[in-house]
């Protein structure tokens, strides 16, 4: 059949084409199949903990992210099925089935877990990272969500009680706090709570200089090609982008297509390209004959 087919240009193609359809759709189907498997896990651990509510609050958004507090270890002398080795990490991180069947992680994946259950629980909810005066020093990691038009700051794991007390009995959000000017030489930048300045150095226990939404993780895949810059993320992103980038499976899809669509396009352009420059030279051959 091979042979037959290399007879026919034609046929050839098509029959190649046909492959790569093939192919695509394949590990397309299987990361699919993956998300929605991580879908039935968030939603059982929300059933089995009785915290998937009907109504969505940010005290209820609290429960959930108390029940992760208490079930996630976050000492990392104690981990027993992830390494403590961030430079090895992923760089989609880890699932959050994988992170489900650990109980074992710190802000960063948290943030991941809270978020997808918020998710999935209905929330229009996005991670935001927190600064520390060392500016590139990540501080924390909390979880935005949106509940009537108003915006909370949930906290995760890995932070002092008061902090999440102070963040439970406040409403703070990207509104509710401002960036002002410390005087020093170098003039950093911390925030501030507006109705009780003196609660982020008596409750915080650090000092922020700055946050950033980090759904679109623009730092990120720019420190992954060696460039040494942070981008800060002001604006809230949109609810598809704060669910695929919580969303490993999809992530995974949404890569593997474009890459696959370059690789296709590529291979097309070199093919069209050498058949071009074959014609080329086979015409000034034969006319210099």
């Excluded at 992680?105 to 629980?121: I, K």
């Excluded at 520390?132 to 002092?160: C, M, Q």
């Excluded at 800060?232 to 669910?243: A, D, M, Q, V, W």
């Amino acid at each position: 059949m091979y042979f037959k087919l290399m007879k026919n240009p034609l046929q050839s193609r098509k029959f190649f084409f046909f492959l790569i359809i093939i192919l695509f759709l394949t590990a397309n189907s299987i990361f699919v199949v993956l998300h929605f498997d991580e879908i039935y896990v968030v939603h059982k651990f929300l059933k089995n903990n009785s915290i998937l509510f009907g109504e969505q609050s940010k005290k209820n958004a609290f429960i959930i992210s108390d029940k992760i507090r208490s079930e996630f270890e976050v000492d990392t002398t104690k981990w027993k099925n992830r390494s403590t080795d961030y430079g090895k990490m992923p760089f989609f991180r880890f699932s959050v089935k994988k992170l489900l069947i650990a109980r074992e992680a710190l802000c960063g994946g948290g943030a991941r877990v809270l978020c997808r259950l918020l998710l999935e629980s209905g929330y229009d909810a996005t991670r935001v990272v927190l600064f520390t005066r060392n500016f590139g020093a990540l501080g924390h990691v909390v979880v935005s969500v949106v509940i009537k038009g108003k915006e909370y700051w949930i906290d995760t794991l890995n932070s002092p009680e008061d902090l999440n007390d102070l963040m439970k009995n406040n409403d703070i959000n990207a509104l509710t706090v401002k960036i002002i000017p410390y005087q020093q030489r170098y003039n950093p930048r911390y925030i501030n709570v507006k109705y009780s300045q003196d609660s982020l150095v008596n409750k915080f226990q650090h000092s922020y200089i700055a946050y950033s939404y980090e759904a679109l993780p623009f730092s990120k895949i720019l420190n992954l090609i060696g460039v040494d810059v942070y981008v800060l993320n002001l604006k809230r992103p949109p609810y598809i982008f704060s669910y695929f980038a919580e969303s490993v499976y999809l992530l995974y899809a949404l890569t593997f297509s474009l890459f696959f669509i370059l690789l296709v396009l590529g291979g097309y352009f070199i093919y069209f390209a050498v058949k071009a420059s074959l014609n080329f030279r086979r015409r000034y051959t034969i006319n210099n004959r």
